[in-house]
């Protein structure tokens, strides 16, 4: 346990607790998170050291919780990473810090992003709600994000019901920029009414310029735009001013009605991304005279506790934070979350509104995701508790290193990104009290957790629609899916 070289026990069981607080950025942010074997791929292969099986809980998150935090397959059996050497010889902070910097360098390289797609959970034995999506007069519109995990599940569902759908793509789109603008097109063919159209939305002039052109002209938009990294310029850049030029674009082409996709957590503000929806959010209200709007605020996506169901139906623990009982969370399916976006076209009750929405049944804490998960593996609970204290050692390192290294000033933030999605629960805050209420957050949807659980463990090219590739947390560092 000394800085002379721990055991391999031992480096294998911190291997994993960094796994764990690497990991965690990438789960959070609603922009979704990377799969669990990339979150603790630092502990890989089952045939090196076996770790304990469960580490000691210490320091408890804040109180007001916000849930998402849950991605890990960490194998029963862990591998310190390469570097192991460097890693303990020289001392377990200096290790941590040699492996921050290397995910650092590579992140750089390879265009960082934190599925803010939260973590998700909904009640085990729950009788799903059956929700008909309101609809009305057909419409043309605009899909700003189309490309993007909640975007394309709006643009179908809109085309689904009969609108004319038109798509707002860059010249490089999608997962790592590896989408050309013909590429999008064919991934919507045969999906209906579905147009793509090249615009820059970081340029207020070129959206407004292809809204000028349109015949017959578009009528609402829905926003779905989303920082790919969570790094305070990246969100400032996407989420706020990115945004905003499609709000104005929109407001001057005379748009009737403009749906925000935002995130629950801006209820309370930490990091840069909140701060950057919550300016474009306040801009939106200020426009209500001139443009109706809806924004949306949903809770937690199910993909965000898909990372650990193949290693747990291989034979590993659920890993989670603390005890796994503070934190609750009601994730929404991206289908659900689309069906509710387009509802408010048509639903006089959610027009220059916010909206926040979760999915249908009860909140679960993250130990209670996992016992539904091993019930439906039939397997008995088994779990690896990380503790919270981690968050405090490695934040110290990441905000070392954004010292030292301003071009990976970002790093902290990351860092802060883990910590809040660790400790706060995805619910609704309550006014009175200052803590998040299940009562108070509204539920929505056809599919609970349950269901769409026994979907993917019976089919696992369900599981491979759900990836991140690139953008997760593994390929940033370099440790591949």
Known sequence: MGASGPSPRGSAARASLLGAALAAPSLLLGRSSGSASEAFSLA???ATHSAPAVVASSARPSTGSRFSLQRSTAPLAVQAPASEGLLFGSGCALGLA????????????????HGRAARAAVSAPLVANNVAGLD??????VVFGGTGYIGRAAVLELAARGHSVIVCTRSQSGMGSKQSVGDVEASFEGMGDVTVVNADVSEEASIASFLRSMDPP????????????????DSFKIDHAATVNCMKACRDSG????????????????LAFQEAKLLAEAFLREESEKMAFSIVQPTAYFKSLLGQ???????APFVMFGDGTE???????????????????????????????????????????????FSLVGREPNYICVPYSVFDFVQGILDFIAGLFPSQSDLAEYGRIGRYYAEQSMLVLDPKTGKYSEELTPSYG?????????????????????????????????MGD
């Open 44 to 46: 890989a292969s089952p």
């Open 255 to 270: 748009l009737q009605h403009f749906v925000l996709l935002s995130a629950v957590c801006v209820q309370r503000p930490i």
């Open 327 to 373: 934190v609750r969370c009601k994730p929404i399916s991206e289908q659900d979350l689309a069906s509710f976006m387009a509802d408010c076209f048509w639903d006089p009750s959610k027009r220059n509104v916010t909206l926040p929405i979760g999915g249908p049944g009860r909140a679960l804490s993250f130990k209670e995701q996992g016992e539904l998960l």
């Open 218 to 233: 578009v009528q609402g938009a829905v926003c779905c735009l989303a920082s790919r990294s969570g790094g305070r310029e």
């Open 98 to 113: 040699a492996v921050a910097l290397r995910a650092a360098r590579r992140a750089t390289r390879s265009g960082r992003r």
């Open 136 to 141: 009305g007069p057909k419409m043309r519109v």
């Open 309 to 315: 169901v193949k290693g747990v139906a291989g034979g």
């Open 446 to 478: 056809r599919t609970d957790l349950r269901a769409f659980m026994t979907e993917v463990l019976e089919d696992s090219s369900k599981l491979d629609a759900q990836k991140l590739g690139d953008q997760g947390l593994g390929a940033r560092v370099g």
